[in-house]
Each structure stands twice: as structure tokens, then as C-alpha cells.
């Protein structure tokens, strides 16, 4: 089975950049997603395949893969980004997720 | 205009089989590439992929509930079904539809809320 490493927690001053990791085998091969979920809501999917926004997303939420690390940036972290967030990859048939990051802004 | 809603039991007990109903919209799963997925949250942990189907009816489910799961879908309704036997206490969580273009999931339902207890 595949496995994807997501640190539990991350902070982030007001104003500043948040980078959060996602951690698996040769990970770069494969597409990568991203999802913010906020307390009591569906999650929201922010980047799709490595680095692209939907509609709707903000510039200052970007991708990037490579190697075995996959990361989600999130430029001038606002107090409205703090959430949940997870990684995703189709792998082996299956959808993977990683066991989510808690974003937190101070 | 994508719209996915979750139905079914808020409530089972165990041993029973839940059948949750997803009923979207803005979308048909004739239409070759679309599927559907199925996903759920035990109350504040992570998100935890059950199955999906395809447009060409193909299904995939989790390696770990394959044995427990059956996923189907009714085009004509534009309805997705997901089964789940032998439902236990640690099975309560929030489960959630979502619509799948490529690898990534796009679109969710809100979810709804399922409880196994006696």
C-alpha cells in the first residue's frame, strides 16, 4: 500500500508563509491534491495535480512536487486559512490520503 | 452548477448494514471520465476513502473494507449507492460523496452523520 506523511501541526505568523509537507515514496510520479477542510464543513479542494487552482482559490495558495515531498504554500497566511489540510494521491487503485495537517495562524 | 447530497440512517445498530444514497446534479455519470467516491471522518480524525465507481461502471474499493462495501450507481437517477455490512460502534463518522474528475475530487456533498450504536 502506498502511505502519505503529513506533519499533525503547523503555525504561521499572520502575514507570513505556510508551507505544509506531504511525504511519500517517489511522490513526484504521481498527481497530488490538496484539500482545506474547516471545523463542521465539507472539505474544499485548493490545488489539483501538483500546482493548479480551481476556480475560486487564491493566488496565495500554491503547489509544488518533487522527489519524495509534495508542498502546499500558503502566501500571507490569513486568519480565514486556518484549517485543516490534507494531501491526496491515486495510487495502487486507490485513494490515498495523508492524515491531515492542522494549520494554525497566529 | 455541481451539487452533491448525502442520505440515509443518522442512526444504526450493529451488526446492521448501512445504504447511503448519494444524489448529485450538475453532471452525468454517462459521461466518460466522471466518477464518484465515497469517503468518511471519524469524529476529529482523518479522512478515510471507502470506494468509487466509474462512468464505465469499473469499482475500486478500500483494501481494507473491500470485504464490506458495495458501491453502485443508477444513472437514470443520477444516484450513487454505497453499502456497508456488519456496521460497528467504530464505524460512526461523518460520510461523505464527492465527485471525482481525474484522480482528484473536485466537488462534495456536506456529509452526513452516521451513528452505530444499540
Known amino acids: 500500500s502506498y502511505e502519505l506523511t503529513q506533519p499533525l501541526s503547523v503555525s504561521v505568523a499572520l502575514g507570513q508563509t505556510a508551507r505544509i509537507t506531504c511525504g511519500g515514496n517517489?511522490?513526484?510520479?504521481?498527481?497530488v491534491h490538496w484539500y482545506q477542510q474547516k471545523p463542521g464543513q465539507a472539505p474544499v479542494l485548493v490545488i489539483y495535480?501538483?500546482?493548479n487552482r480551481p476556480s475560486g482559490i487564491p493566488e496565495r495558495f500554491s503547489g509544488s512536487n518533487s522527489g519524495n515531498t509534495a508542498t502546499l504554500t500558503i502566501s500571507r497566511a490569513q486568519a480565514g486559512d486556518e484549517a485543516a489540510y490534507y494531501c491526496q494521491v491515486w495510487a495502487f487503485s486507490t485513494v490515498v490520503f495523508g492524515g491531515g495537517t492542522m494549520l494554525t495562524v497566529l | 452548477q455541481v451539487t452533491l447530497r448525502e442520505s440515509g440512517p443518522a442512526l444504526v445498530k450493529p451488526t446492521q448494514t448501512l445504504t447511503l444514497t448519494c444524489t448529485f446534479s450538475?453532471?452525468?455519470?454517462?459521461?466518460?471520465?466522471?466518477?464518484v467516491g465515497w469517503i468518511r471522518q471519524p469524529p476529529g480524525k482523518a479522512l478515510e476513502w471507502l470506494a468509487r465507481i466509474d462512468w464505465d461502471d469499473d469499482k475500486y474499493y478500500s483494501t481494507s473494507l473491500k470485504t464490506r462495501l458495495t458501491i453502485s450507481k443508477d444513472t437514470s437517477k443520477d444516484q450513487v449507492v454505497l453499502t456497508m455490512t456488519n456496521m460497528d460502534p467504530v464505524d460512526t463518522a461523518t460520510y461523505y460523496c464527492?465527485?471525482?474528475?481525474?484522480?482528484?475530487?473536485?466537488?462534495w456533498g456536506q456529509g452526513t452523520l452516521v451513528t452505530v450504536s444499540s
Open positions: 464527492a465527485r471525482i474528475l481525474g484522480s482528484e475530487l473536485d466537488y
Open positions: 450538475g453532471f452525468s455519470l454517462s459521461t466518460s471520465g466522471m466518477c
Open positions: 495535480r501538483d500546482t
Open positions: 517517489n511522490i513526484e510520479s504521481k498527481n
